[in-house]
Protein backbone atom coordinates (compact mmCIF):
# COMPACT_ATOMS: atom_id res chain seq x y z
CA UNK A 1 0.00 0.00 0.00
CA UNK A 2 1.39 3.76 -0.71
CA UNK A 3 1.37 5.65 1.85
CA UNK A 4 3.59 8.89 2.56
CA UNK A 5 6.39 9.12 4.98
CA UNK A 6 5.08 11.66 7.86
CA UNK A 7 1.82 9.98 7.72
CA UNK A 8 2.06 8.36 11.17
CA UNK A 9 -0.92 5.42 10.45
CA UNK A 10 -0.43 2.35 8.41
CA UNK A 11 -3.07 2.46 6.07
CA UNK A 12 -3.22 -1.91 6.59
CA UNK A 13 -3.89 -1.50 10.02
CA UNK A 14 -6.38 1.84 10.28
CA UNK A 15 -7.31 2.69 6.69
CA UNK A 16 -9.69 5.79 8.39
CA UNK A 17 -7.51 7.69 10.32
CA UNK A 18 -4.51 6.83 7.87
CA UNK A 19 -7.05 8.63 4.84
CA UNK A 20 -8.09 11.55 7.03
CA UNK A 21 -4.12 12.36 7.61
CA UNK A 22 -3.61 12.11 4.20
CA UNK A 23 -6.39 14.28 3.00
CA UNK A 24 -6.11 16.77 6.02
CA UNK A 25 -2.41 17.01 5.10
CA UNK A 26 -3.19 17.56 0.87
CA UNK A 27 -1.65 14.34 -0.45
CA UNK A 28 -4.64 12.69 -1.57
CA UNK A 29 -2.46 9.43 -2.02
CA UNK A 30 -5.60 7.18 -2.50
CA UNK A 31 -6.52 9.25 -5.33
CA UNK A 32 -2.92 9.93 -7.03
CA UNK A 33 -2.96 6.55 -7.17
CA UNK A 34 -6.22 5.55 -8.75
CA UNK A 35 -5.14 8.39 -11.27
CA UNK A 36 -2.36 6.30 -12.37
CA UNK A 37 -3.68 2.53 -11.85
CA UNK A 38 -6.95 2.86 -14.28
CA UNK A 39 -8.04 -0.47 -13.25
CA UNK A 40 -11.20 -2.03 -15.51
CA UNK A 41 -13.95 -2.96 -14.53
CA UNK A 42 -14.03 -6.45 -15.56
CA UNK A 43 -10.27 -6.96 -14.50
CA UNK A 44 -9.68 -10.33 -12.47
CA UNK A 45 -7.97 -9.59 -8.89
CA UNK A 46 -4.76 -10.32 -10.17
CA UNK A 47 -4.90 -8.26 -12.98
CA UNK A 48 -6.00 -5.64 -10.36
CA UNK A 49 -3.13 -6.11 -8.31
CA UNK A 50 -0.63 -5.90 -11.06
CA UNK A 51 -1.94 -2.91 -12.53
CA UNK A 52 -1.88 -1.08 -8.99
CA UNK A 53 1.35 -2.23 -8.40
CA UNK A 54 2.52 -1.18 -11.00
CA UNK A 55 1.25 2.20 -10.63
CA UNK A 56 2.85 2.35 -7.23
CA UNK A 57 6.23 1.64 -8.25
CA UNK A 58 5.36 4.55 -11.16
CA UNK A 59 4.63 7.02 -8.30
CA UNK A 60 7.83 5.76 -6.55
CA UNK A 61 10.14 6.03 -9.73
CA UNK A 62 8.78 9.73 -10.25
CA UNK A 63 9.18 10.71 -6.47
CA UNK A 64 12.40 12.85 -6.28
CA UNK A 65 11.67 14.19 -3.26
CA UNK A 66 11.32 10.77 -1.01
CA UNK A 67 7.35 11.53 -0.10
CA UNK A 68 6.34 8.23 -0.87
CA UNK A 69 6.86 4.65 0.56
CA UNK A 70 5.24 1.49 0.40
CA UNK A 71 4.48 -0.76 3.13
Same mark, same amino acid.
Given at each position: ?L????????????????????????? #???? #???R???????????????????????I????????????
Amino acid at each position: MLTTVDNPYDPNQDYDKWMNWDHDHEY #YTAE #YLARLAQVPDDADDATVNAIIDQAQQEIMNADTLGIYKIV
